[in-house]
């Protein structure tokens, strides 16, 4: 069975910092891109950043480039995604995701997710 | 940024009439190599999403085959034959032709 499992959310400061990581099972992980999706409370789903499969191919969106940082471990089969200088409007669960092998990457969008771990940016 | 305008945005429907969510993105999907990355996802209440269907029509195991895609270039359609009560859930469109990958706003569908 497929499995994707986040963990690290948690309440942290404005200019905070947090580290997530997302421990992955029952696939062969260095041979799929995988990504970091986002969902406000009460809002809709927003893509954060991906990774292809080697690693060195990253993507980032407009709102976390420049504090956000995605890695993976493909030793461990775990994904990561270091967050600085965290802002209010960062709350949110964050899921990690399962995008395609090769070329596909995240092109077919993902299809395992995790259950998601809370990020709460509060004062 | 491709920007994916979802209607309606809340759908009440009757249980085992048909439903239908319309997608549309602000510039072609089609991707250079001929394929078009259009997405759908469902998302029930207090659930992770999960992924319905993939490069337009293309359905994902176990999902019912009430459930179908189509559409071209900008234009897409999800279309539901026969609601169920297990088909209230948040229901997305992604594409993934271009960087950012980008969602839909969302469309509710509840039972009336």
């Known amino acids: 069975d497929v499995q994707l499992a986040e963990s690290g959310g948690g309440l942290v400061q404005p200019g905070g910092s947090l580290r997530l990581s997302c421990a992955a099972s029952?696939?062969?992980?260095?041979?799929?891109?995988m990504s970091w999706v986002r969902q406000a409370p009460g809002k809709g789903l927003e893509w954060v950043s991906a990774m292809s499969g080697s690693g060195g191919i990253i993507y980032y969106a407009d709102s976390v480039k420049g504090r956000f940082t995605i890695s993976r471990d493909n030793s461990k089969n775990t994904l990561f995604l270091q967050m600085n200088s965290l802002r209010v409007e960062d709350t949110a669960i964050y899921y990690c995701?399962?995008?395609?092998?090769?070329?596909?990457?995240?092109?077919?969008?993902?299809?395992?997710w995790g259950q998601g771990t809370l990020v709460t940016i509060s004062s | 940024d491709v920007v994916m305008t979802q209607s309606p945005l809340s759908l009440p429907v009757t249980l085992g009439q048909p439903a239908s969510i319309s997608c549309r993105s602000s510039q072609s999907l089609v991707y250079s190599d001929g394929n078009t990355y259009l997405n759908w996802f469902q998302q029930r209440p207090g659930q992770s999403p999960r992924r319905l269907i993939y490069k337009v029509s293309n359905r994902d195991s176990g999902v019912p085959d009430r459930f179908s895609g189509s559409g071209s270039g900008t234009d897409f359609t999800l279309k539901i034959s026969r609601v169920e009560a297990e088909d209230v859930a948040v229901y997305y469109c992604?594409?993934?032709?271009?960087?950012?990958?980008?969602f839909g706003q969302g469309t509710k569908l509840e039972i009336k």
């Open positions: 029952g696939f062969s992980f260095s041979s799929y891109a």
């Open positions: 995701a399962k995008g395609g092998s090769g070329s596909t990457g995240t092109k077919v969008g993902f299809d395992c």
């Open positions: 992604m594409q993934g032709s271009h960087w950012p990958r980008t």
